[in-house]
């Protein structure tokens, strides 16, 4: 089973060398700290930055530097700062290659709930809306179930939407999937899992074909 840094860990292998990416709030952050250093990646966040690096070190902090998330954050050589007017401009122009977003719930069609649970206070919707509206590819990264135990990858979302049909691949602590149009397509689970774990734990359509090989971090 994966922690929060397996996650980002395994979502890595999927950022490509010349890629623009947006980091979600959340496990996506993580995501930056685990790129190869052999690429060349930009990373952006919707407050009005492009060239994120890691995050800082403790004591390396700089408290006018942050992301989306109200996160310090570190910027790479010729990083650079705008309003968040240009920053939307870029999204809604679909120059974003990949975003990465957190979830509360994923359905077997690729619909995504990550704003808000009606009665709980939720730091609000960001700009994820404005993501999954533009974004061509979207990989979400989340636990597989709650603190309950109970299933987060359903055949229907049951929180307000974010956005309907826009998911391509959820990586989560137990397995990484690809939506279909027939529901989730196991295509690997994490280390000491077994496939019928995740079968239990996934309440929507889960398609397995053949063996599933177990992720190489």
Not at 39 to 56: A, T
Not at 69 to 91: E, N, R, V
Request: proline share 4%; aromatic share 6%.
């Amino acid at each position: 089973m994966l922690d929060k840094n397996g996650i980002a860990r395994r979502i890595a292998k999927e950022v490509k060398d010349g890629y623009y990416v947006n980091l979600g709030i959340g496990i996506p952050t993580l995501v930056a700290n685990f790129v190869r250093d052999d690429i060349s990646v930009e990373f952006q966040s919707e407050n009005g930055v492009l060239g994120m690096g890691p995050f800082p070190f403790e004591g390396e902090e700089d408290a006018d530097i942050i992301n989306a998330g109200k996160q310090t954050i570190t910027t790479l050589p010729g990083a650079s700062f705008f309003d968040s007017a240009m920053s939307f401009g870029m999204i809604r122009g679909k120059h974003v290659d990949l975003t990465i977003l957190g979830a509360m719930e994923v359905s077997e069609n690729g619909d995504i709930a990550n704003w808000k649970i009606p009665g709980k206070m939720v730091k609000g919707m960001g700009g994820a809306m404005d993501l999954v509206a533009s974004a061509e590819n979207i990989i979400v990264a989340m636990m597989h179930t709650n603190k309950a135990g109970v299933s987060k990858l359903l055949k229907e979302c049951t929180l307000p939407l974010t956005g309907v049909g826009c998911v391509k691949k959820i990586v989560t602590n137990l397995a990484v999937m690809e939506v279909t149009p027939k529901g989730f397509a196991l295509l690997e689970r994490a280390p000491g899992i077994s496939v019928s774990e995740i079968i239990d734990a996934t309440e929507g359509t889960l398609i397995v074909d053949g063996d599933i090989p177990e992720m190489k971090l």
